[in-house]
């Protein structure tokens, strides 16, 4: 006659084995998931700074109004490597094609991100200005220099921890993000 082992259940080995695994895959996850958070950050934080550029391009050209009146220079973002977790959006009143405090709309703070290097035609600079003027879809891209209509290309440098993202923009407003 046979007996069947009535017992049913899991032995000490199986149970060890199994919470051993868990266990790994959970650490194989959970540090890979730092990393990708970081890389979110910058791929968010470039994607929405591509965004407000395209928005201010979208104010110039459809004429929206800052304070009452249309703002003479358009409207623009400023960008400073001494504030590197913020930038400016602005109405150009005065037709600067820079920014100034009594212009300021809005103060757009990064996503755990470091604006970490500003480029004009390749030269590093401290901050910098991209202007969209209508009523032609114009695009000024200046920086403490005197003249921005021999500039034609910025790079504003993102960093979060080990990532980095450049958004490139030219003088014709198309947006690149690398």
Request: proline share 3%.
């Amino acid at each position: 006659m046979f007996y069947k082992n009535k017992q049913q259940g899991f032995t000490l080995v199986e149970l060890i084995v199994s919470v051993s695994i868990i266990a790994l895959v959970s650490s194989i996850f959970l540090a890979n998931f730092h990393k990708y958070g970081s890389k979110g950050n910058v791929d968010m934080s470039a994607q929405k700074i591509a965004s407000d550029i395209r928005m201010i391009q979208s104010y110039a050209f459809g004429l929206k109004e800052f304070n009452g009146s249309r703002p003479e220079g358009g409207w623009g973002i400023y960008f400073n490597k001494a504030n590197n977790d913020e930038y400016i959006v602005f109405a150009d009143d005065n037709d600067g094609h820079d920014y100034d405090v009594l212009e300021e709309y809005r103060t757009i703070k990064t996503n755990n991100t470091q604006i970490s290097n500003l480029k004009v035609n390749g030269t590093n600079k401290n901050w910098i200005s991209v202007i969209a003027e209508p009523p032609n879809p114009t695009i000024w891209i200046c920086d403490n220099t005197p003249d921005c209509s021999t500039t034609t290309n910025a790079e504003i440098i993102l960093e979060s921890s080990d990532e980095q993202k450049t958004i490139e923009i030219n003088c014709f407003g198309l947006i690149d993000i690398k």
